[in-house]
């Protein structure tokens, strides 16, 4: 696929772009470049091929679920503006 000058410009002017008429080529030429290897990636043929979520089988290292931090809930409650039975008061935003 091979975009226009004028395609550049639209697509340009629709993403609020300011490309001026020599930037318009070289950012053709780079657009070209891209559809150009996603057609060579379409063109491979994936049947039977499973997804996967990572390119490489690699397993999480878990560390233990312990607590690091001491709980400090009485005092952020203390400095709050407001609080009540235990939730923190908010203005209200949405009507």
């Known amino acids: ?3 226009s000058n004028e395609q550049v410009g639209r697509i340009a002017r629709l993403s609020r772009l300011a490309i001026s008429e020599t930037e318009i080529d070289v950012t053709r030429t780079k657009l070209d470049g ?3 290897l996603i057609e060579q990636m379409q ?3 994936t049947a039977g091929i499973e997804p996967m ?3 490489q ?7 233990d679920d312990v607590v690091t931090e001491t709980d400090r809930r009485a005092a952020f409650q203390a400095i709050a503006p407001q609080t009540e039975a235990g939730l923190y008061l908010v203005p209200k935003v949405i009507e």
């Not at 089988?57 to 560390?63: G, I, K, P, V």
């Open 1 to 3: 696929m091979s975009l």
């Open 43 to 45: 063109a491979v043929d």
């Open 34 to 36: 891209i559809f150009a």
């Open 53 to 55: 979520s990572h390119p």
């Open 57 to 63: 089988e690699l397993a999480t290292r878990l560390r």
